[in-house]
Nanobody, 118 residues
């Protein structure tokens, strides 16, 4: 069972930057895809960005101008960088992975809280 640990959350001022990191217990290249999601209790979970094994990156259309996903194969981390943060970016951010043959992201970290203060 893969273990995913998110870090980097906290309080950020509106307009500021954010860098989250997800450390995995397995090689990041072993996953078919990895992604960052965010969710506030009571709201629908939203995929922020994703990356496949080949390194192709995807970001949600409404977020692609402010969020960027990257991967470090040596450190086995998946990072998410955000800029020009807004109060509505306040959420718990989760890292998730999908293995080859799986249809969805079935492995999740515990999440890291990000609060954007106005």
């Amino acid at each position: 069972q893969v273990v995913l640990v998110e870090s980097g959350g906290g309080v950020v001022q509106a307009g500021g930057i954010l860098k989250l990191s997800c450390t995995t217990s397995e090689r990041v290249s072993s996953f078919a895809a990895m992604a960052w999601f965010r969710q506030v209790t009571g709201k629908e979970r939203e995929q922020v960005a994703a990356m496949n094994r080949g390194g192709d990156a995807y970001a949600a259309y409404s977020l692609k101008d402010r969020f960027r996903i990257s991967r470090d194969d040596k450190k086995n981390t998946l990072d998410l960088q955000g800029r020009s943060l807004k109060p509505e970016d306040t959420d718990t951010y989760y890292c998730a992975t999908r293995r080859e043959g799986e249809t969805g992201f079935d492995h999740w970290g515990q999440g890291t809280q990000v609060t954007v203060s106005a």
